[in-house]
């Protein structure tokens, strides 16, 4: 099996099969490229590929409907995470879960004028249960982050963990009535 380089990526995916996040929608580029062979490279996971960022957030909001569990749709860097914005919105006025993962850029090439690069820090703050940002040295041992860095994985898997459990209390009261 192979395995992207980057410890960051590694972590992610270990993180979606821990929560039991199988299927990826994954819109290529050289960003998400560790993310890809990541998820490509597990069995465990069922991943689709769609070019077209807009289609494959439609397309995964469809699937996480269907299934009623959590859908990741992954792209690379800039502007290509607007793209998802249409379905992002369409899952959150219909409670439906879909995870957004953007590889973007090390802050360090955001704004020095590269084509399209944008700030992606809450870029969809408006329509979104949670957000955060990754930064690509978070296991690092010779750059050991700031014990403020840390919790964001807990916070992160919180999060997840909290709109399973909402989503099985919707469904156990729904099927009470």
Known sequence: MKYPKIPL???????????????IVIS????????????TNDSYFKCYSVVDERSAAFF?????????YPVAVVC??????LNYYPAVAEA?????PLVVVSADRPK?????????????????ENHCLHSANLKLDIKDENNIPNDDDLPIFKNLEDRIERFLG????????NEEE
């Open 9 to 23: 990526a590694q972590t992610v995916v270990e993180l979606f099969k821990a929560k039991n996040i199988q299927h």
């Open 28 to 39: 290529p580029g050289s960003r998400n490229a560790p993310l890809t062979i990541g998820f």
């Open 60 to 68: 995964a909001l469809g699937i996480a409907q269907q299934i009623k």
């Open 76 to 81: 690379t860097s800039g502007s290509a995470v």
């Open 92 to 96: 959150f006025y219909s409670d439906i």
């Open 108 to 124: 360090h090439l955001i704004g020095i004028g590269d084509g399209q690069t944008i700030n992606q820090k809450n870029v969809f």
């Open 166 to 173: 909402l989503e099985k209390d919707i469904q156990s009261f």
